[in-house]
């Protein structure tokens, strides 16, 4: 394999394009490995339907993330997945819970 001109080993690119579409497939599970981790720490009423309907779409993200593998992703793509985790994870700010959350709500369950 041929040098490149800052002295490195030129990358084929065959080779670069499929290592490009698995950082963004890792980006990809990245953000939805994130979301899906959050539903241990939100503080909804488990009767809530906006915990229902919540609850549904985590198990659907957890199918599109076994599905990941086999699917081709652009760039613009992920930024706009990467846009709305950002977006969706501002707005669960209020429910989720902190430690001090935590340790209040224990405590009053022991009084």
């Keep these: 394999m041929s040098s490149g001109p800052d002295g490195r080993r030129a990358i084929r690119p065959s080779v670069m394009r499929m290592d490009e579409e698995e950082v963004l497939r890792l980006r990809l599970k990245t953000c939805l490995q994130t979301i899906l981790e959050l539903r241990e720490n939100l503080d909804m009423p488990d009767n809530a339907s906006f915990s229902v309907f919540l609850a549904g779409e985590l198990g659907s993200l957890e199918e599109f993330l076994d599905m990941l593998p086999g699917i081709s992703v652009s760039e613009y793509e992920v ?10 994870l501002e707005g669960l700010n209020p429910f989720l819970l902190t430690e001090a959350t935590v340790k209040t709500k224990a405590v009053d369950r022991v009084q």
Excluded: C, H, N, S
């Design 79 to 88: 930024r706009r997945v990467e846009l709305a985790t950002a977006e969706f």
